[in-house]
Every structure is written in structure tokens, then in C-alpha cells.
């Protein structure tokens, strides 16, 4: 069965960088895309970015453009998200998910907390 | 880009139906596809409608989803409600840029 197993959760600083992971499993790959989705506290999906585990192409939201870096290993079906600079309102929990079509999710991992505090 | 506006909360009673709604502020609903995502407390979010009208399988199909042109919103109805249905309800769309965007969400109670 499809599986995204996401790493677990993360304590950082102001202007810390921050990598999550999310190792799929269940099926082949490199046959589908990644997005990254967060949750604030108490409030609503925001979509983060797009990466093709195919060739490893990108699509980030604007608001986040030049601070997150998605990547891809193929080798072992892991997909991260690496997110620089981080404020506080980076406080949120991260969610991978895999893309069927163009940002249509099928299955998602369990949801990374990253905390930025001083 | 667009908005999608969703009423903040619903409330119906078990064994009822309801119907929740979602707006788009500009451009066509019909013009990209809408989806449709379930989030109980503390669990990451389920898709329970893609493609405006697909169900996941797995999905019981007292789920169903829909757009009115219209109206220029798409809808997703629940029948026959149970109290495990209660949850937060978000849709979601694009644009021909692959911007996503997602509703503010929508609190389903089952009382």
C-alpha cells in the first residue's frame, strides 16, 4: 500500500534552515510528483511547492521563492523540503503528499511539526 | 489569482445531508479542476473529492461533489451524515500557472 512517512518533529532558532523528509513507499517513485503542503497553528492549508520525482523539476509558491529548496533520492524514494531562514511564522506542521495530476493529491504523509522559537 | 471562499462553519444532524460551498472570486470554476480534502483533528488531511467529482476509492459515496457555473462554486454534499464526518473541510484549485489555492475551510459538526 501507498505510504509517505515524514520525519519527525523539529525545534529551530529564528534564521535556522530546517530539512524534512518524506520516504515513500508502495509504489514506483519516480512515477509521481511530491508537494509540499503546511498548517500554522489553528489555521488553513497553505501549498508550499511542487517537485517532479521524475526529473526533478520545481514549482514554489511566490512567497516562498528563494528561501525553499525541494529535492529528490531516488535511490531510496525520499523526497525533502528545506526550508532557510526561518521566522517564526514558519511555526507549522509540514505535509508531503503525492501528486496524481497537477496539484491533485492522492495520499498524504503524517505531518512534520517544526516549532521556530528563540 | 483567485480567492475560494468557503462558509466558516456548518452544522447538521446525524442521518441529514449537507452541503458545503465554495466560491471562486474570479475566473471560471469549470476551469481548472476542484478538489476537495477532509481534516479531522490532529490527523493530516484525506482527499475525498478530486477532479470536481472523482471519489478516492475508499471514500463512501455519501460524498459527492459538484460545480454550478452559474454560481461559479463548486459544492461537496454529504448524505446520510455520521459523527465521524465531523471535520474540516477544505477545497482546492489552480490556475494555468499551477498556483494553488485552497478554501479557509469549513467546520462540519455533527450534532
Known amino acids: 500500500q501507498v505510504q509517505l512517512v515524514q520525519s519527525g518533529a523539529e525545534v529551530k532558532k529564528p534564521g535556522a534552515s530546517v530539512k524534512v523528509s518524506c520516504k515513500a513507499s508502495g509504489y514506483t517513485f519516480t512515477s509521481y510528483g511530491i508537494s509540499w503542503v503546511r498548517q500554522a497553528p489553528g489555521q488553513g492549508l497553505e501549498w508550499m511547492g511542487w517537485?517532479?520525482?521524475?526529473?526533478?523539476?520545481?514549482n514554489y509558491a511566490q512567497k516562498l521563492q528563494g528561501r525553499v529548496t525541494m529535492t529528490t533520492d531516488t535511490s531510496t524514494s525520499t523526497a525533502y523540503m528545506e526550508l532557510r531562514s526561518l521566522r517564526s511564522d514558519d511555526t507549522a506542521v509540514y505535509y508531503c503528499a503525492r501528486d496524481i495530476a497537477v496539484a491533485e493529491w492522492d495520499y498524504w504523509g503524517q505531518g512534520t511539526l517544526v516549532t521556530v522559537s528563540s | 489569482n483567485f480567492m475560494l471562499t468557503q462558509p466558516h462553519s456548518v452544522s447538521e444532524s446525524p442521518g441529514k445531508t449537507v452541503t458545503i460551498s465554495c466560491t471562486r472570486s474570479s475566473g471560471s470554476i469549470a476551469s481548472n479542476y476542484v478538489q476537495w480534502y477532509q481534516q479531522r483533528p490532529g490527523s493530516a488531511p484525506t482527499t475525498v473529492i478530486y477532479e470536481d467529482n472523482q471519489r478516492p476509492s475508499g471514500v463512501p459515496d455519501r460524498f459527492s461533489g459538484s460545480i454550478d457555473s452559474s454560481s461559479n462554486s463548486a459544492s461537496l454534499t454529504i448524505s446520510g451524515l455520521k459523527t465521524e464526518d465531523e471535520a474540516d473541510y477544505y477545497c482546492q484549485s489552480y490556475d494555468s500557472s499551477s498556483y494553488v489555492v485552497f478554501g479557509g475551510g469549513t467546520k462540519l459538526t455533527v450534532l
Open positions: 517537485i517532479s520525482a521524475y526529473n526533478g523539476n520545481t
